[in-house]
C-alpha cells in the first residue's frame, strides 16, 4: 500500500500557467519535503515543513511555494512555470524529533512535470 | 559547502557478480548516511542508512559501509540479479542542516542476465 502518494503521476502545463502538485502520506510523519530531480540529477531539496514551520532553502526561486493545510497534505505551488522548470517532482517524510539522527525518508513516486 | 559524488556513473555487469558502488562526501560533520534505489521514472526507495557512529549496515545481499574520516561510503552488492537494474544513489545527513539531505548523482547499474 502507497504511503506516500503523489498526484498526478504525470502533469502537462503551459509556459507561465500556474500549477499545484500535491502529496499526501498515510505516515503520521511531522516532516514534509519537496524535492526537484532533473534527468541524470541529484535530487535537489526546495523545502520542508518540520510540523508547520516552513523552511525554505535559500536557492529555491520565489516562484516555487508550498502549503501545508494539514499533517496529512503538503501542495507545491509553481506560480509562472518556466521550461527550466521541467523535472520530476518527489514529495517525502520522514518522522524526526529533536536529537534524534536516525530517520529514514520516504519517498512518493514523484509528478514529471512537462512545461510547453 | 557538502558535495556527495558518485563513481561509477554507470556500471553494467553479468548476473551473479559482486559489486561494489562508491560515494563520497566533502564534509565530515554528518548524523548519517543513506543509500537509495530508485526505479526509472519512479521514486526512491531506501535500502540502507548508517549512522555516523556505526561502520556498517547489513540488509539481505546488501552490505553499506562508512568511513566518515575518510569521507567515503560503499554500497556492496553481493550475487546481483537482473531485478538489481536501478538507479543507486546515497545521501548525507549535516550535523548542522536539521532533516535536509544532500544527495549524490547515482550509479546507473545495469545487471545483464
Known sequence: ?116 | KQEVTQIPAALSVPEGENLVLNCSFTDSAIYNLQWFRQDPGKGLTSLLLIQSSQREQTSGRLNASLDKSSGRSTLYIAASQPGDSATYLCAVRRETSGSRLTFGEGTQLTVNP
Open chain 1, 1 to 116: 500500500d502507497a504511503m506516500v502518494i503523489q498526484n498526478p503521476r504525470y502533469q502537462v502545463t503551459q509556459f507561465g500557467k500556474p500549477v499545484t502538485l500535491s502529496c499526501s502520506q498515510t505516515l503520521n510523519h511531522n516532516v514534509m519535503y519537496w524535492y526537484q530531480q532533473k534527468s541524470s540529477q541529484a535530487p535537489k531539496l526546495l523545502f520542508h515543513y518540520y510540523d508547520k514551520d516552513f523552511n525554505n532553502e535559500a536557492d529555491t526561486p520565489d516562484n516555487f511555494q508550498s502549503r501545508r493545510p494539514n499533517t496529512s497534505f503538503c501542495f507545491l505551488d509553481i506560480r509562472s512555470p518556466g521550461l527550466g522548470d521541467a523535472a520530476m517532482y518527489l514529495c517525502a517524510t520522514s518522522k524526526t524529533g529533536r536529537g534524534r539522527t536516525n530517520e529514514k525518508l520516504f519517498f512518493g513516486s514523484g509528478t514529471q512535470l512537462s512545461v510547453l
